[in-house]
């Protein structure tokens, strides 16, 4: 059910892009919903668990001025005081998680080229917690071939395939260039990965949820693609 | 692939990475026009450029081995040895330095090395292409163009050059319209 939901929802964003696209005819959104499909068994296919993007040299860090920071609030988000990361959906142990207790967890560091989908790139430090350790903590199940992270900046989220999401070098950063994560790139915790296009890493954590069936997702929803692999 | 190419452009109009833009680039922020642009917009734009280019690879392929498999590649080549001088000639008769043609069997020695040069653009256009999609799936593409950004700057080179090159190949063909049937047949074989 979920997917036919995800896939009208695909074939109106495509028929609206078309429309735009001054080919508003049926038979151009239908062939390109299809190019999307097939587009995202090729992206599957290319994609490896244990493949790691390589790290640039320290020389390659991007001026933190430099580095674009987006939210879809007005201004800011702000975690409230009693933030804590709620994990459910289809896992044994349906979980709530205070920051302090993500920095007890075992730490990654890494410096990654970000590629953001308007195709610019900057090079930050990131670090926290692997969401595959959460995975295993929560007891995810093996039904679960999406995970879902929603936010606290007006709504916006995103959604995942599973294989993506446990990917060695996906984590849940409380970290930013050896300091606390600032409030404009996610504070007090956010998703990052290097096997992904920005928009699919969800800043401003509240919740994550293992699932049986994609959800969409804010940009998603709008067009653009849902797989958005780098 | 052209106008949606420039729609993607439009939304990071520059070159280089975030803090160390490219100062070779003359266009720096400046988005491309937007009657060159197709898609609307960002979302709209990759749609198209992500399904259409599945046609221009296979096209490109369907091309290339026609020209490998029927021999065809022999006279339309640009083989240094043999063509460079003739090449020369024929650029010295466009610039009136040169009164007489150089002789020219199928193609002269110029025309061998635009088309040429048109076949590597695709391959470049394509390779460079992947670079910027899967930077760290296709690492080892992007990787042999220095990275991510000297990628996409690769990308957009192959894109001027390509236009180049079809505004010379139709002012060419306008000015010796006889060429254009030549085109369409085949020309005489033998």
Not at chain 1, 55 to 68: K, N, S, V
Not at chain 1, 140 to 168: C, K, M, T
Not at chain 2, 145 to 152: K, L, M, N, P, V
Request: net charge positive; hydrophobic share 45%; aromatic share 12%.
């Amino acid at each position: 059910m979920a997917s036919l939901i995800t896939r009208r929802r695909l074939l109106l964003g495509l028929g609206a892009a078309g429309a735009l696209a001054g080919c508003d005819s049926r038979p151009a959104s239908i062939f390109l919903a299809g190019m999307e499909r097939w587009n995202e068994r090729v992206d599957r296919m290319l994609f490896s668990p244990t493949r790691l993007a390589s790290e640039p040299p320290a020389a390659e860090l991007t001026p933190e001025p430099d580095f674009p920071s987006y939210f879809i609030s007005d201004t800011i988000p702000f975690a409230p005081d009693n933030w804590a990361l709620k994990v459910g959906g289809l896992v044994a142990r349906p979980s709530v998680f205070s920051l302090e207790q993500l920095k007890r967890m075992p730490q990654t560091g890494m410096r990654i080229r970000h590629h953001c989908v308007e195709g610019w790139s900057a090079v930050a430090e990131w670090h926290g917690v692997q969401l595959r350790e959460i995975a295993r903590i929560a007891g995810a199940s093996r039904d679960a071939g999406y995970v879902e992270f929603r936010s606290f900046d007006a709504g916006y989220s995103s959604s995942w395939d599973i294989e993506s999401s446990l990917h060695p070098q996906t984590i849940l950063a409380y970290g930013m260039n050896g300091r606390a994560l600032y409030p404009d790139h996610g504070a007090p915790l956010r998703l990052y990965s290097p096997v992904k296009l920005g928009y699919k890493n969800v800043k401003y954590l509240t919740e994550i949820n293992f699932l049986p069936q994609r959800s969409g997702g804010y940009w998603e929803d709008q067009g653009y693609d849902w797989y958005g692999g780098v | 692939m052209a106008g949606s190419g420039l729609q993607i452009l439009a939304a990071y109009p520059a070159l280089g990475p975030r803090g160390a833009q490219y100062s070779w680039y003359p266009f720096q922020n400046d988005a491309p026009p937007s009657w060159l642009r197709l898609g609307g917009w960002l979302a709209g734009a990759r749609h198209l450029h992500f399904a259409i280019a599945w046609f221009f690879i296979l096209n490109g392929m369907l091309y290339l081995i026609y020209l490998a498999a029927s021999g065809e590649w022999q006279r339309r080549i640009f083989i240094p040895r043999r063509d460079t001088s003739n090449a020369l000639a024929m650029l010295g008769y466009y610039l009136h330095v040169r009164k007489t043609p150089p002789p020219e069997d199928f193609y002269n020695g110029a025309q061998r090395l635009a088309y040429s040069s048109a076949i590597l653009y695709g391959v470049v256009v394509v390779a460079s292409g992947l670079a910027i999609y899967k930077p760290v799936q296709l690492y080892w593409i992007t990787a042999a163009f220095g990275g991510y950004d000297a990628a996409r700057a690769v990308h957009l080179s192959c894109l001027v050059l390509i236009a180049l090159f079809t505004a010379i190949h139709l002012a060419m063909a306008a000015l010796h319209p006889r060429t254009i049937v030549t085109m369409l047949t085949g020309g005489p074989r033998g």
